[in-house]
Every structure is written in C-alpha cells, then in structure tokens.
C-alpha cells in the first residue's frame, strides 16, 4: 500500500521561506511521477509543481515559477518542495499525489496516491 505523508507547513511572514517534505513507502519517489498540488480556502484544488518519473524537467504553475522549486531524494524516498518568497497568496493546504505510469499532468484525475495534506499560512 502506498502512503504519502507531507510535512514541513507552517505560519512564516510574507517573503519567507518553508521547505515541505513528502515522504513515501510502498513505492519509490523514482519510478513514480511526483507532483504537488494546493487548496486554498473556498478554492479549488491546483497544480503547483511536478516531477515526472522519467527525470525530466520540472514543471510548475504560472504563480509559483522562479519561487518553488521540486526535487527528490531516492536515498530517503522522499520529495521535496522548496517555497521562496512566499506570498499571502500562497496560503493553502499543500497535498504530495504520486502516479505509478505517466509523465507530469495538472489534472488531479490522473492521480491515484494522495497525502493528507500540510497548512501552508503566509502572513502579511
């Protein structure tokens, strides 16, 4: 059975920094397609970032580029997701989703490994 627990959220001030961890078991972070999503309050859910299976480039929304940055350790089996510069606009639920085959997709659909989620809150 595959789990996926995030960590790492918190309350930090407009231009901070967090680090989010994803760790995973029952499955390796390198033969899967590892991605990122959000859910702000009220909102829908949202791709941020993803990291395909295959090693390719990164891919990440519009609002995030040049801020977060996506990588993966396979020794810890574990995904990362750095956030720079945070934004009052970032405060959201940030879920890790996996996918066993498959490049990189925004569409939560394609998703079938889903954390709990971790709170993300970005004062002004």
């Known amino acids: 059975q595959v789990q996926l627990v995030e960590s790492g959220g918190g309350l930090v001030q407009a231009g901070g920094s967090l680090r989010l961890s994803c760790a995973a078991s029952g499955r390796t972070v390198s033969s899967s397609t590892m991605t990122w999503f959000r859910q702000a309050s009220g909102k829908e859910r949202e791709f941020v970032a993803a990291?395909?299976?295959?090693?390719?480039?990164?891919r990440y929304a519009d609002p995030v580029k040049g801020r977060f940055t996506i990588s993966r350790d396979n020794a810890k089996n574990t995904v990362y997701l750095q956030l720079r510069s945070l934004k009052v606009e970032d405060t959201a639920v940030y879920y890790c989703a996996a996918r066993a085959w498959g490049l990189s997709s925004s569409a939560e659909s394609d998703y079938g490994y889903w954390g709990q989620g971790t709170q993300v809150t970005v004062s002004s």
């Open positions: 990291l395909s299976r295959l090693g390719s480039t990164p």
